[in-house]
């Protein structure tokens, strides 16, 4: 089957006919079955969906999370969030590339006055989580140069205030 159509007819297909419903898009509906469009919607949909991390390769399922809340010192939730991206996420971006963490993810509290600012949930190949990757992460943070935020490093920007491992159910 070929699509071949001029442009006389492609323009006019994008007139809007009296029930409101495009020509253009009757025209296209003729032109594939409605399973090929929805196929195509679909696929970009999931398309749409895959973060740049994904898009390179499918990563494993995580047997593990570990979920550590961090609390930002005055006025530095912004800083507290820059660190982390720019050392822990760092760090984990290498550990993924070697396949001890799955993934790495980062949400930030909107509440008002929160127990919590910042948390960072790592995915783990492994049921131990940290653990079980100790002895290679620490490698990993030896050979990292910790990159300061206006000149403060963690200590001075929050605290962890809570961490905890699950496991999917």
């Known amino acids: 089957m070929t699509f071949r159509h ?12 009296l029930d409101g ?26 398309l749409a969906s895959v973060s740049p991390s994904q898009a390179h390769a499918a990563s494993p399922k995580a047997a593990s999370f570990e979920l550590t809340f961090l609390k930002a010192s005055e006025g530095n939730v912004a800083s507290l969030c820059q660190f982390i991206k720019e050392n822990w996420f760092e760090m984990d971006r290498i550990a993924v590339e070697q396949g001890l963490m799955t993934e790495y993810r980062f949400l930030r509290s909107t509440g008002a006055d929160p127990d919590w600012d910042v948390l960072v949930i ?6 131990d989580g940290y653990s079980g990757i100790t002895k290679e992460f620490e490698a990993i943070r030896a050979a990292h140069t910790t990159v300061p935020v206006n ?16 496991v999917p159910g």
């Open 6 to 17: 001029d442009r006389r007819q492609i323009l006019s297909g994008l007139k809007t006919s």
């Open 21 to 46: 419903q495009s020509e253009l898009v009757r025209w296209q509906m003729g032109a594939c079955s409605k399973r090929t469009l929805g196929l195509g919607l679909m696929a970009a949909v999931g």
């Open 151 to 166: 000149g403060k490093t963690l200590r001075q920007l929050g605290t962890i205030v809570s961490s905890r491992r699950l």
């Open 122 to 127: 790592v995915g783990y190949p492994n049921v």
